[in-house]
């Protein structure tokens, strides 16, 4: 088999999303950590390559650049359709970065027009009528206005688009999903024939997922979340380019100690760490300020830690509130302090290794990035799902890490207890 799917995801949170989609799928699917060397095969056997760049917040010409040399290495290993895979929330800035990367690749490719669709029904996250939905509420009443990186303050994905591109963005309303994937291939086909380059689409379900997926088949490139993806697989085996395969999400037994690295300032991941304090388990706060000061908090907490590690995790966490926040972010600066907790947390991740942790949550993609390139993987087997969008994950090589990566806006307050539990 060679590689029939080939995915670029701009974090490490969201690849690994993505693949838990293809997976549940029953589509073989490795996820790979930064861009593989040019000479470099995809793992054998795999049917979706995801390739994983932190790419979300850096400048927008390099996350251009780091997306179109994946892409040329997927094209140089056979990969008939390409995914781009941005967060659920749509997580940019004016500036970009998902409509300037969306748009080289579309220019990379040939491909005259793709499609946008961040929706995860799953998650609460849908779209209608241009519209970025959190559940109920507005994208930009949902706390993705506070996020320290890319506030979102409009929700109107037409508008953010056009902003990011300079134009040619177009809408496929809900009422055209609601009539099916060949509706909804006219409606592409007319938008991109008067002009538009860039066609957003509603979806409410997954059943309106799935119909985009299916009107997706021709398409050289597909944006979106991760829940348009879960309709390609369909399309693919219908074309026999698919094994059958009952086992996708399998992985070896795992052992190990436990622990959970948290970075995320998500109301989620919020609400996570005051779920795992609530019910009497061990916990650590990583403070930016100390971090400046000099302390050496990483050697702390490594001690705090050792001896607490088990078969029952401990947490050490840098999250704080939007207010709390906003305090370090004046006195410190946002790029100084985020940089001080991603190279703290990296630090922590290598030493509780070191420890003997080979069960290991991390929570935000920001923290994940820097913790799985601390840690020196390049590549993970997808296994079984913990929560919509989060999957365990295997490491491939030595030592056998077995990783959850959760994006900071998923899962429920019992997340963190409940991972370990599905591992099990």
């Known amino acids: 088999m060679t590689v029939v799917l080939g995915c670029i995801a701009d974090d490490f949170t969201g690849a690994t999303d993505l693949a838990n989609t293809l997976v549940k799928e029953g589509m073989r699917t490795v996820q790979m950590i930064g861009c593989p060397a040019r000479d470099e095969p995809p793992p054998e056997g795999a049917e979706a390559v995801v390739v994983a760049l932190k790419s979300r917040t850096i400048p927008a010409a390099e996350a251009v650049r780091q997306s179109v040399e994946a892409l040329r290495w997927l094209q140089r290993n056979g990969a008939r ?10 997580d940019s800035t004016d500036d970009g970065n998902i409509g300037p990367v969306a748009a080289a690749l579309v220019d990379a ?3 005259g027009f793709t499609v946008f669709c961040p929706a995860f029904p799953g998650n609460r996250r849908t779209v209608y009528q241009g519209h970025l939905f959190v559940g109920d509420a507005l994208l930009s009443e ?3 206005q506070h996020h320290p990186l890319t506030p979102m303050t409009d929700p109107n994905l037409v508008r953010v688009l056009g902003r ?7 809408l496929v309303p809900c009422e055209v999903v609601d009539r099916g994937s060949e509706a909804i291939r006219d409606a592409m086909t007319v938008g991109s024939r008067g002009g538009q380059r860039f066609l957003v ?3 409410l379900s997954d059943a309106h997922l799935k119909s985009i997926g ?3 088949r021709d398409l050289a490139l597909i944006t979106g979340g991760s829940g348009i993806a879960m309709g390609l697989p369909a399309n693919y085996r219908a074309q026999g380019l698919l094994g059958n395969y009952d086992d ?8 190990g100690r436990c622990a959970i690295l948290a970075g995320s300032c998500s109301r989620a991941t919020l609400a996570q760490i005051d779920h795992f304090r609530r019910s009497g388990s061990d916990l650590f706060q990583l403070d930016p300020r100390r971090l400046a000061a000099g302390d050496e908090i990483v050697g702390e907490v490594l001690e705090w830690a050792r001896s607490r590690l088990g078969d029952r995790p401990v947490l050490i966490y840098s999250s704080a509130s939007p207010e709390d926040l906003a305090a370090v972010h004046e006195q410190l600066g946002r790029t100084r302090s985020g940089e001080m907790i991603e190279g703290a947390m990296a630090s922590v991740a290598r030493g509780l290794v070191g420890a003997g942790v080979r069960r290991l949550v991390v929570a935000g993609g920001e923290t994940s990035g820097a913790v799985v390139s601390a840690l020196g993987v390049k590549a993970l087997r997808i296994g079984s799902e913990i929560s919509p969008g989060v999957p365990w994950t295997m490491s491939l090589g030595e030592p056998s890490l077995f990783l959850a990566l959760k994006s900071g806006n998923f899962g429920e307050p019992d997340f963190f207890q409940r991972a370990f539990e599905v591992l099990r």
Not at 164 to 169: A, F, I, L, N, S
């Open 109 to 111: 490719l040939g491909a």
């Open 164 to 170: 990011q591109t300079g134009g040619g963005v177009g």
């Open 201 to 203: 689409v509603d979806a």
């Open 81 to 90: 359709q390409y995914f781009f895979k941005y967060c659920s929330t749509f």
């Open 142 to 144: 949902s706390g993705m």
């Open 214 to 216: 299916r009107a997706c």
């Open 248 to 255: 996708a999400a399998s992985l070896p037994p795992a052992d």
